[in-house]
C-alpha cells in the first residue's frame, strides 16, 4: 500500500474515531467509565473507575476475556480489557469491585465491519484457524529432563573429534601461509 493510501486511510480512521462516542459512563453513577463506548468484538477498552478508597480493584463482564486488573491511587482505578473476538453485538454489564464496595457499568459491543478486517495492521484478536507449526517428533527432545542428562558418550568423542579435526586443518592451513612467505 502507498503512502497516499496509507495516508488517506489513517484520516478517515481519525475522522471515524471522532465522530464515533468515546466514553460510556454507569447510569447509576457509581464513576465507572469505559472507553471506546461502542468497541468492535475483540478489541481493547480502557477501564476507568472513581470513588473506590482502595489501590486495586478487579472489572468483570462476560464481554471481556477474562477478569481485568484495575490500578490506582486517590480513589481513581485505571486498566484494560479485550472484548472477546467471538461474542456478539450488544450491551453487557461490567462489574468493578474494589475495597468492599461495588460499582456497575456497561459496555456496547458493535459488529466488526468488514472494512475493520481490512486494514493494515489488523490482526484477529485470537486465531482464526491452527497453526501449522509441525515438530511433532522433536517433543521429547525439548523436555527438561531430556536436556538435564547432557550427551552420553559417543557424542562427546564425536564432538571432541570434531573438534580435534578443526584444530589440525586450521594448522596446517596456517603453517602451509606462513610457509609460503
Request: glycine share 14%; with cysteine; net charge positive.
Amino acid at each position: 500500500m502507498g503512502s497516499l493510501s496509507l495516508t488517506l486511510c489513517t484520516g478517515i480512521l481519525a475522522c471515524a474515531a471522532g465522530l464515533a462516542p468515546t466514553a460510556a459512563h454507569a447510569a447509576d453513577g457509581q464513576g465507572v467509565t469505559v472507553t471506546p463506548a461502542s468497541p468492535p468484538a475483540g478489541s481493547v477498552v480502557a477501564l476507568r473507575v472513581s470513588g473506590c478508597s482502595g489501590t486495586t480493584g478487579t472489572a468483570a463482564s462476560t464481554a471481556f476475556v477474562s477478569d481485568a486488573r484495575l490500578g490506582g491511587a486517590d480513589g481513581a482505578l485505571t486498566g484494560q480489557a479485550q472484548v472477546r473476538s467471538t461474542i456478539g453485538a450488544g450491551t453487557y454489564t461490567v462489574r468493578v469491585t474494589c475495597a468492599g464496595s461495588a460499582a456497575t457499568g456497561s459496555v456496547t459491543v458493535v459488529p466488526r465491519s468488514a472494512s475493520q478486517l481490512d486494514l493494515p495492521g489488523v490482526v484477529p484478536a485470537s486465531p482464526v484457524a491452527p497453526v501449522h507449526a509441525g515438530g511433532g517428533g522433536t517433543a521429547p527432545l525439548a523436555s527438561v529432563e531430556s536436556r538435564s542428562a547432557g550427551p552420553d558418550t559417543a557424542q562427546a568423542v564425536t564432538g571432541l573429534l570434531l573438534a580435534a579435526f578443526a584444530a589440525v586443518a586450521v594448522g596446517l592451513l596456517s603453517a602451509r601461509r606462513h610457509g609460503s612467505r
